[in-house]
């Protein structure tokens, strides 16, 4: 008899991390996707990461009731998956980066005049510019562009501080906006 009443207060409780759990999928599984996507550049890697953040959600369940802000502590795993998911991909220099904007502009001039063509192109030199920012200015300056997150959720995100992640976010800007100007400069 007492077994029974074990297992009946177990259920409620199993129901309500489940409920809990849905929720933070309902309302967060975007986010997850687009900062797993943002890290592993990878449609089927980023929805496996995405996977696998609930995953450890759903083993780490009975934490997620006593989270104060659910949307970071989710953007936190997710991001951790995602790094440790990924691949090293080698590092490109900016030098390097300055000759394959010089050949996507002979591409650009070659290609066809139409305004998509060239929006995809600068997309693409734009994602190019931003791979080859140091790690630490990528990374901030994707969850505060792609995620959309504010300095103190990327803070905690990245484990460190809201003054680093200014600072990491004001130099990438400069970078990418000398960077840019220069290839102005070349058309």
Request: aromatic share 4%.
């Amino acid at each position: 008899m007492a077994e029974a009443v074990i297992s009946n207060s177990a259920i409620p409780l199993a129901d309500a991390n489940q409920d809990a759990l849905e929720t933070a999928v309902r309302e967060h599984g975007r986010l997850v996707y687009r900062i797993a996507y943002s890290v592993l550049r990878n449609h089927h890697d980023a929805e496996d990461a995405t996977q696998e953040t609930f995953i450890r959600v759903l083993r780490y369940r009975r934490k997620l009731e006593g989270v104060r802000d659910p949307k970071t502590w989710l953007a936190r795993i997710a991001w951790r998956v995602a790094v440790e998911r990924g691949t090293k991909q080698p590092e490109i220099s900016l030098s390097e980066m300055e000759n394959q904007a010089a050949v996507m502009q002979l591409r650009s001039q070659l290609a066809s005049a139409e305004e998509s063509v060239v929006g995809n192109e600068m997309a693409e030199l734009l994602g190019c510019l931003i791979s080859a920012l140091p790690e630490p200015l990528r990374d901030a300056l994707r969850l505060s562009t792609v995620e959309e997150l504010d300095p103190g959720e990327i803070a905690e995100v990245l484990g460190t501080s809201e003054s680093s992640v200014r600072s990491r976010l004001f130099r990438a800007r400069q970078i990418l906006k000398e960077k840019l100007a220069g290839v102005g400069r070349q058309v």
